[in-house]
Structure formats: C-alpha cells, structure tokens
C-alpha cells in the first residue's frame, strides 16, 4: 500500500505550474515549496504538471530543477514537448552530490523512466554487489518491466538488454540478461505436478552447488510468478527448509545473494525492501542512493507495508530512522513521500 | 482422350508436381464420369502407387492406400491454412506457429525450429512481444517458459508414442529427475535469448562498437575451428546476436566480412539456429526466398512444404517486393510464375493474390 499523501482537493495543473515557476525564480530555489507540491501529487498528476509547465513556459520541469540538466527539446506524436535529456546528462545530474535532487528528479519521472534511469545507472556503473537490475526484473509486474523496457529505448537509443549484456560477466550476464528480458505470464494458474518436479531439479542443482546451472536460471527466468512461488513452497514442503537457506552456502558469494534477492523480490518483496533500507540507515553514514531509490520507487506501490515490516523489525518507526539519518531538504523530501503530514 | 484425362485426373488428385489440389479438375471429373463406375475403376487401376491390388477378401477392389488419403489431406489443407493464417492477427499467427513447432516438432533443432528462429529475428521488436502476449493469451504460458522447458523435456525422451508421450511421460518425467545432457542443447541459450529479445528500433548505429563486436565474433569463429568449444555456446556470440538492434548488427555483419574476407553467414554454416539467426537479421528477403525456393524442390519435407504458407502469409503485407526481388536475383526467375508453376488450385489462386503482380 502507498504511503502518498495527495491533498483531498487538488489545486488545478495551472495554479500547481505557477507555484512551481514561483519556486525557482528569484535567489536560489525554493526547494521547501517544490517538495511541498511535487511530494503530494501522484504519478499522472506529475505527467499533468510536467506538460503543461513544458507548455507554458517552453521550459522541461527537470531542467529547472538542475540547472546542470540541458538537452534538445522533441515534439511528441500529441504535440506536447518532451526534453530528450541526454543519458550521461541526467545521470550526472541524479548522481549529483545533492541527495535531494536527485530524490526529486526520480520522484517527478514518471514510474517507468524511473525505472529505466537507475537500470542505465546500474547496467552502467555494473558491480556484482548491485541489486538494482534484480529488484526491477523481479519486484515489478510484466506490464510494468515492459514499459520500463519501452521507457528505455525512448531515454537511451539502446535496449536495455544490451547494455546490461555489455556490463555484466561471467554468470551475472546469463542471469541478469534473461531476467530482465522477461515477459513472464501473469495469470494464475499452477501446474502442480510442475512445480514439484522443479523443486526437485533445484534442490538437485544447488545440492551439487551448481548455482548457475542452465535449468536454475532457465526456472527462475522463464516461469509465470505464481508458479514459482507453488515451487518455492513445494520445496519448503519437500525439503524441509526454505530455498534460501540451502542458498547461504558461503556468505560471500555475491552470486548467491543474487539469487536469494532474485527469491526474495518474489515472495516477500516489502521484507527485501525493508531489508535494503535498514542496512542504508544503519551504522555509520547513509546509503542516500538505496534510501531514495526504496521511497521513491514504492511510495506509490507498497512503501506502507514496508514501513510496517521496518517497524516490526527494528521496533522503530521508519520515518523516525530516516528523519534521524537525514537532514534539510532531503529529510523533508522522504518525509513527505513516506506520508509526514 | 480419356488417356488425358485420366493423367489429367491423376495430376490434380495427387498434386504432383505442386503443392495443393486442383479443384476445378476435380470436379469436372465427377461431372464427366457421372454414373461410369467403369471409368472410375480404370483411374483406379492406372493409379498405382495410391490404389492398389490386392487378393483374397480385397480381390477387384483397387484399395486406396491410407498413405495417400493422409497426403492428399495435407493438400486439401493448404488452402484452408492459408485462409484461417490470413484471417487472423499477425500475433496470434506467429503465436500459434510457435506453439505448433513447440508441441510438435521438439526434439532437437531440426527445420520445424527455424520457424522459432524465423518469428524471433524478423518481427519488429513490438510484432515479436505482440507474439508473446498473444501466446500467453492462448495458452497460459509464457512463450519463453515453453522453449526452455518442451525442448529440454524432450531431449532425453525415448518413447515414441505420441499418447504415450502426452500422458505417461509428463508424469514419469515429472517424478524422476533426470540427467539432462547440455551438450544437446548448446543452442538452447541462443533460441531463448533471440525469443526473449526487446531490440532497439531506431537507426543509430556506432561504427565503434560494431567493430569491437566483429572482432570477438571473429575471435569465436576462430576459436571454434580449433575446435575448443561450440561456437553457438559462446557467450559473446550469443550477447551480441540476442541483444544488438538490427541497424548495429548489420553494419557488425559488414565490418566482419571487411575483416575476414567471408560473410559471418559462410562461417557460421552448418551450425544449427546460427546460421538461420544471421540470415533472419541481415538480410530478410533473401532468407525469405530461400524458404520458399526450398518448399518446391524434389523431396522437400511436409515442413519445407508448410513453410511456404508461412512465409507468404506472413510476409504479405511486409516485405513481400523485396522478397521477390531477391528471388528473382538468387534464383533467375519471377517468384509469381515459380509459384503459378508449382502450385494448384485455389491454393494458387490464394498465393498469387497474396504475392501481388
């Protein structure tokens, strides 16, 4: 469940612009004003505001966010203009020591350029520690990870398959590749005796510690959700124990972590989620990039349930932890998503 | 005379030397020999290989041989394929043909898979996941669940019958985990990925990267020859292949043949799904032309016969006038008259329509 906080009446596309004008003319930029409006609007109400701000003042809302951002301006099919931000550009621009610039410029796009944005960052910048391709491969739907695909051939001229095939290695690439390919069907339907006898195939791969065997990745990147899930508790039943615990063979592997975060975006993403979070606030420093990519991408999706499972865990609520670790505009721009009245 | 119209009849029955039936010929035999039994019984007996004599209980009674009933269904059929493919939606189309290849013809790569190969590499990236989403439509599966699985499934597969198969089979399979062997299956990445595959649709091409690329694709071709490892399993052959868009890997394609002196298509002869997948990618059309030229040789296969419906179906509406001009560039002749000469009836009369003047 989302934690977006949208005002019972909204004010209308026109006056939301002129504040927003508002907010960047004069000495710097009234960064308290543009996460005030932006922070409560959802995902079409941004589409609504973006183009007619675009409209009106002949400007791309994101550049004025980040001067740093410039571009050629495109006329799309319904004559509206659409900045084609250059990738290095706005990625320069994401990446920017401002934490809540780039918190605000991934939250304006739109869900599926989201997407496609921290996908290009993450295929670019590949490590074998990132999660970041796995969470969007697995933790979306296929509609969605189409779109984001779609999204990806408008931003970037390349498909999103190709840039990650050109950055991962070794059994990253013949994992991650198929993954984020994908089409899976979304139907309900399981086929049980299926599901018993990959369960036995995995069983028997891992058990041989084969972990990138061709069938593991052919289950895991091929098969419809709800008949993985009938495997993974097939397995459970069979076996005595979850998958993921046969996976925790040696805590170093990053290539088993893959595949534990792959299970996991399936069965319990708001748990993973959470996960990902406390291990950003926790300790010493924050990791700013996971905090906002977590808020930003499932403030409209599941960030409520996630913000339980922190609580439940860490007997803290998450807007606490976050207001603890973070500080000026970028504390208020989370605050805001995560619904801080 | 009725010598005539006996081959005549012959001819049109059998469709020997083309594909589909003569129906005009056809039913003015019946109206010739109305109520001459006797007449009929002389076809019979000229006809040979499709009516024979036999003693004993069957003796006078020119038997019609099952083979022939069964070949002449596959000709009557023609035509109603062409007209069902036709009506429906290019997606559901290519959906179904997958699905037939999938249920039908898995074991191993032979030429029923080149049609995956064929829907895979020269659909638009959005005609191809239309495909997908059509498939999943029809038959609660992903397209990609069932390449992995029906072709692995069956590798191993010893029993012949095709009930057997469909019922004790997936159950036996089911229960027993089996030892399957990768060294069957080393195209298996490749056919997934070229199905799996959301190319970029826009022109621009990087001359760069297109030359780093034709260098590893020639490193591969080279590293295969000494006989290290499959060509079709290396990775990066498979990379390139399965996630380039098409403008990138046609001038990678041309880079390769500047660097090597032959086309990636020559050195990637006789391996299966690679070579298919290059020809689908480069150059279409004459990939095209070949399928169809094959369907009328001598010996041609019931797929190689199929495949002709296939193509002009599909490509109808597409590329059709670059199919015939490189038709008429590899093979010296006019598709429309190779076509006209080979086959019968209204099944002519539907592909001339769709092949256009």
């Given at each position: 469940?989302?934690?977006?906080?949208?005002?019972?009446?909204?004010?209308?596309?026109?006056?939301?612009?002129?504040?927003?004008?508002?907010?960047?003319?004069?000495?710097?930029?009234?960064?308290?004003?543009?996460?005030?409006?932006?922070?409560?609007?959802?995902?079409?109400?941004?589409?609504?505001?973006?183009?007619?701000?675009?409209?009106?003042?002949?400007?791309?809302?994101?550049?004025?966010?980040?001067?740093?951002?410039?571009?050629?301006?495109?006329?799309?099919?319904?004559?509206?203009?659409?900045?084609?931000?250059?990738?290095?550009?706005?990625?320069?621009?994401?990446?920017?020591?401002?934490?809540?610039?780039?918190?605000?410029?991934?939250?304006?796009?739109?869900?599926?350029?989201?997407?496609?944005?921290?996908?290009?960052?993450?295929?670019?910048?590949?490590?074998?520690?990132?999660?970041?391709?796995?969470?969007?491969?697995?933790?979306?739907?296929?509609?969605?990870?189409?779109?984001?695909k779609?999204?990806?051939?408008?931003?970037?001229?390349?498909?999103?398959?190709?840039?990650?095939?050109?950055?991962?290695?070794?059994?990253?690439?013949?994992?991650?590749?198929?993954?984020?390919?994908?089409?899976?069907?979304?139907?309900?339907?399981?086929?049980?005796?299926?599901?018993?006898?990959?369960?036995?195939?995995?069983?028997?791969?891992?058990?041989?510690?084969?972990?990138?065997?061709d069938?593991?990745?052919?289950?895991?990147?091929?098969?419809s959700?709800?008949?993985?899930?009938?495997?993974?508790?097939?397995?459970?039943?069979?076996?005595?124990?979850?998958?993921?615990?046969?996976?925790?063979?040696?805590?170093?592997?990053?290539?088993?972590?893959?595949?534990?975060?792959?299970?996991?975006?399936?069965?319990?993403?708001?748990?993973?989620?959470?996960?990902?979070?406390?291990l950003?606030?926790a300790?010493?420093?924050?990791?700013?990039?996971?905090?906002?990519?977590?808020?930003?991408?499932?403030?409209?999706?599941?960030?409520?349930?996630?913000?339980?499972?922190?609580?439940?865990?860490?007997?803290?609520?998450?807007?606490?932890?976050?207001?603890?670790?973070t500080?000026?505009?970028?504390?208020?721009?989370?605050?805001?998503?995560?619904?801080?009245? | 005379?009725?010598?005539?119209?006996?081959?005549?009849?012959?001819?049109?029955?059998?469709?020997?030397?083309?594909?589909?039936?003569?129906?005009?010929?056809?039913?003015?035999?019946?109206?010739?020999?109305?109520?001459?039994?006797?007449?009929?019984?002389?076809?019979?007996?000229?006809?040979?290989?499709?009516?024979?004599?036999?003693?004993g209980?069957?003796?006078?009674?020119?038997?019609?041989?099952d083979?022939?009933?069964?070949?002449?269904?596959?000709?009557?059929?023609?035509l109603?394929?062409?007209?069902?493919?036709?009506?429906?939606?290019?997606?559901?189309?290519?959906?179904?043909?997958?699905?037939?290849?999938?249920?039908?013809?898995?074991?191993?790569?032979?030429?029923?898979?080149?049609?995956?190969?064929?829907?895979?590499?020269?659909?638009?990236?959005?005609?191809?996941?239309?495909?997908?989403?059509?498939?999943?439509?029809?038959?609660?599966?992903?397209?990609?669940?069932?390449?992995?699985?029906?072709?692995?499934?069956?590798?191993?597969?010893?029993?012949?019958?095709?009930?057997?198969?469909?019922?004790?089979?997936?159950?036996?399979?089911?229960?027993?985990?089996?030892?399957?062997s990768?060294?069957?299956?080393?195209?298996?990445?490749?056919?997934?990925?070229?199905v799996?595959?959301?190319?970029?649709?826009?022109?621009?091409?990087?001359?760069?990267?297109?030359?780093?690329?034709?260098?590893?694709?020639?490193?591969?071709?080279?590293?295969?020859?000494?006989g290290?490892?499959?060509?079709?399993?290396?990775?990066?052959?498979?990379?390139?292949?399965t996630?380039?868009?098409?403008?990138?890997?046609?001038?990678?394609?041309?880079?390769y043949?500047?660097?090597?002196?032959?086309?990636?298509?020559?050195?990637?002869?006789?391996?299966?799904?690679?070579?298919?997948?290059?020809?689908?990618?480069?150059?279409?059309?004459?990939?095209?032309?070949?399928?169809?030229?094959?369907?009328?040789?001598?010996?041609?296969?019931?797929?190689?016969?199929?495949?002709?419906?296939?193509?002009?179906?599909s490509?109808?509406?597409?590329?059709?006038?670059?199919?015939?001009?490189?038709y008429?560039?590899?093979?010296?002749?006019?598709?429309?008259?190779?076509?006209?000469?080979?086959?019968?009836?209204?099944?002519?009369?539907?592909?001339?329509?769709?092949?256009?003047?």
């Amino acid at each position: 469940m989302a934690t977006l906080k949208v005002p019972a009446t909204v004010p209308a596309v026109a006056d939301d612009c002129d504040q927003l004008r508002k907010a960047f003319q004069g000495w710097g930029t009234n960064e308290q004003l543009i996460i005030s409006i932006l922070g409560h609007r959802d995902a079409a109400q941004r589409r609504a505001i973006r183009r007619a701000y675009a409209e009106t003042y002949g400007e791309e809302l994101l550049r004025s966010i980040t001067d740093e951002i410039s571009g050629d301006f495109e006329v799309k099919p319904d004559h509206t203009y659409e900045l084609v931000i250059s990738d290095r550009l706005l990625c320069r621009a994401c990446s920017a020591d401002d934490g809540d610039q780039r918190a605000v410029i991934l939250w304006t796009l739109d869900p599926a350029e989201r997407d496609a944005v921290l996908a290009n960052e993450a295929a670019r910048k590949w490590q074998p520690e990132n999660r970041v391709l796995v969470e969007i491969a697995c933790a979306r739907s296929s509609a969605q990870l189409f779109a984001v695909k779609q999204a990806y051939h408008d931003r970037f001229k390349r498909s999103l398959e190709e840039d990650v095939a050109a950055h991962a290695t070794g059994d990253f690439r013949k994992l991650l590749v198929p993954l984020v390919s994908a089409y899976r069907y979304e139907g309900p339907e399981v086929n049980t005796r299926l599901a018993h006898s990959e369960a036995k195939i995995l069983h028997e791969k891992i058990h041989h510690k084969k972990y990138s065997d061709d069938e593991i990745i052919r289950i895991l990147t091929t098969r419809s959700k709800a008949q993985l899930l009938a495997t993974f508790n097939h397995y459970n039943d069979e076996f005595g124990h979850r998958i993921n615990k046969d996976l925790k063979a040696d805590p170093k592997d990053e290539f088993l972590k893959t595949l534990r975060a792959v299970i996991r975006c399936f069965t319990c993403p708001d748990r993973y989620f959470e996960k990902v979070v406390r291990l950003a606030i926790a300790g010493m420093g924050t990791d700013e990039n996971a905090l906002t990519r977590i808020i930003t991408t499932r403030a409209e999706v599941d960030l409520k349930l996630i913000a339980e499972a922190y609580q439940k865990r860490n007997s803290v609520p998450l807007e606490r932890a976050v207001a603890g670790d973070t500080s000026g505009d970028y504390e208020r721009m989370l605050l805001a998503l995560l619904g801080h009245e | 005379m009725a010598d005539e119209q006996q081959t005549e009849l012959t001819r049109a029955f059998s469709g020997m030397g083309g594909l589909g039936v003569d129906e005009a010929a056809l039913v003015s035999a019946v109206a010739r020999w109305r109520r001459q039994p006797e007449k009929r019984a002389q076809f019979r007996r000229s006809f040979p290989g499709f009516f024979s004599a036999s003693a004993g209980a069957g003796a006078g009674i020119e038997r019609c041989e099952d083979e022939f009933v069964a070949h002449l269904e596959d000709e009557f059929a023609r035509l109603r394929d062409a007209a069902v493919m036709w009506a429906m939606h290019p997606w559901e189309r290519d959906a179904r043909w997958a699905h037939h290849v999938l249920m039908h013809h898995h074991h191993g790569y032979g030429a029923a898979a080149a049609a995956l190969v064929e829907v895979a590499c020269t659909r638009a990236a959005d005609d191809l996941l239309g495909a997908r989403r059509s498939y999943q439509a029809l038959y609660h599966r992903s397209l990609e669940e069932d390449v992995a699985y029906r072709l692995v499934k069956d590798a191993n597969a010893n029993v012949s019958s095709n009930w057997l198969k469909s019922r004790f089979c997936e159950w036996t399979l089911a229960c027993t985990p089996r030892a399957r062997s990768s060294d069957e299956l080393f195209w298996l990445q490749l056919l997934l990925g070229l199905v799996t595959a959301y190319r970029y649709e826009g022109d621009r091409v990087s001359e760069e990267l297109a030359k780093e690329e034709a260098k590893a694709l020639a490193a591969a071709v080279k590293s295969s020859a000494s006989g290290k490892a499959k060509v079709v399993q290396d990775e990066q052959v498979v990379r390139v292949l399965t996630t380039r868009s098409k403008p990138q890997l046609r001038a990678t394609f041309k880079i390769y043949k500047e660097l090597q002196g032959k086309t990636l298509e020559e050195d990637f002869a006789g391996e299966p799904c690679l070579q298919e997948a290059v020809k689908c990618l480069d150059s279409p059309a004459r990939y095209f032309s070949e399928v169809i030229h094959g369907a009328f040789k001598d010996g041609a296969d019931k797929q190689a016969k199929a495949a002709l419906t296939r193509v002009v179906v599909s490509r109808a509406e597409a590329d059709m006038e670059e199919i015939k001009d490189a038709y008429a560039k590899q093979y010296g002749a006019k598709l429309v008259d190779v076509v006209a000469k080979n086959t019968h009836g209204h099944y002519k009369d539907a592909l001339l329509a769709m092949i256009g003047k």
